[in-house]
C-alpha cells in the first residue's frame, strides 16, 4: 500500500481566480468590491475542491449584511451545495450545481438547482416528492441529516420543486432574521 502524505508535506497550490471564473463574474468572488445587484448565480462544478469558492460567494453576496447575518446565509448556503454534491447527479464526473441568490428588500432567497436523484431513470411529475429534514437532525449525537434541519430551523422559510430529476431547494432568510432560531439563540 502506497504511503500516504500527512498536510505538512502537501505543496501549497495557488489558482488563479481567471482559471475558475470568467472575468465577467470575477467582482462575485472579491468581497472588497461590492456591486449592487437583484439577482445573482454562479455554476460550480460538483467538486467540494472548490467549497472556498462557494464560501466566497456567498459571503460577497451578503457582504453589506451583519456579521450573524453572513454566517447564517453562508452556513446554510453551504448546507445546500453539499447536499447537491453528495446526494445528486451533480457530484458525479462532470456534474454541476447552480446557486442562485435572489435580493429583495425584506431579505435574500438562495436557489440550489442540482444535477436531479442518480438513480431517477424515468418519473412521473404527478408522483412529486418533497424534502423533509431529519426529525432528530439536530441531536448532538446525530452522525448525518443535519443539512436540511438546519435549514429548517436557522432560515426564515424554505422549500424545493419536488422533483428528484432537477431538483430545486431554496431558502430566504429576512435581513431581521425573523423566524429564525439563531436569533433566539
Known sequence: MP????????????????LLVPWQKQHYFTPARRVPYRRRAFTFWGDRALFPLVHTFLDTCAADQTRDYRYVFNLLGT???ANAVRHSRSGAPGGTYTLRVDRCSTGLTLTCRDGGHPDIRRWDIRDRCYLAP?????????????GLALVDALATSWG??????????????????????????
Do not use: C, I, K
Request: charged fraction near 20%; glycine fraction near 6%; charge should be negative.
Open 3 to 18: 504511503a500516504r502524505a500527512t498536510l505538512d508535506q502537501l505543496p501549497s497550490v495557488t489558482v488563479p481566480l481567471s
Open 79 to 81: 448546507e445546500l451545495a
Open 134 to 146: 431529519a426529525p432528530d437532525g439536530l441531536r448532538p449525537d446525530t452522525e448525518s441529516g443535519r
Open 160 to 185: 424545493d420543486n419536488g422533483l428528484p430529476t432537477h431538483r430545486h431547494v431554496w431558502f430566504h432568510l429576512a435581513y431581521d432574521m425573523a423566524d429564525s432560531a439563531w436569533s433566539a439563540a
